[in-house]
């Protein structure tokens, strides 16, 4: 079974605090994905990442950047978290093209 | 416009009903369609893909794909009150995959 493993279940933070959610694969995926999920509003893009130092800006970059040093991991990070980056933050990863993605169980954040 | 739309609901059937969700994507060159199931403070699973026009049965679940209207619709038969979640309709467009808000469906016993 593919696993992706996210590093927290839960967070919390200080607004102005760099944050960091870590993400790995265990599948040898080349695509790996970061959403946010808001009610309301569903899944929303972030970055996505095709391959090692690779990566996309997707729906909604600002205030997030990325990094994808080795293929099973792909961190999100926060360079000054603020209170509306309060949200569940969700990793997928796929194979490419067409194939579906498997999802993380996600990190709740909250930023105080 | 949102690139993937579907009714936010809720959608409420009875038990045993068919429960029927529909979803739009507005980029002709999508390749690939996902129907995700997302039960509350989970995270969302895969119940069918669909690459192709027509249908695709897989158990209760049925997809049904009409590329010439950009429509992807999930009919789940003899719903269950275990079928109660958010269904998330996605759109993969090389490899750019995109969520809809998702569809409430709630089955009443």
Known sequence: DVKVTQSSRYLVKRTGEKVFLECVQDMDHENMFWYRQDPGLGLRLIYFSYDVKMKEKGDIPEGYSVSREKKERFSLILESASTNQTSMYLCASSLPLLTEAFFGQGTRLTVV | ?109
Not at chain 2, 17 to 46: H, M, V
């Open chain 2, 1 to 109: 416009q949102k690139e993937v739309e579907q009714n936010s609901g809720p959608l409420s059937v009875p038990e045993g009903a068919i429960a029927s969700l529909n979803c739009t994507y507005s980029d002709r060159g999508s390749q690939s369609f996902f129907w995700y199931r997302q039960y509350s403070g989970k995270s969302p699973e895969l119940i069918m893909s669909i690459y192709s026009n027509g249908d695709k049965e897989d158990g209760r679940f049925t997809a049904q794909l009409n590329k010439a209207s950009q429509y992807v619709s999930l009919l789940i038969r003899d719903s269950q009150p275990s079928d109660s979640a958010t269904y998330l309709c996605a759109v993969n467009l090389n490899n750019d995959m995109r969520f809809g808000a998702g569809t409430r469906l709630t089955v009443k016993p």
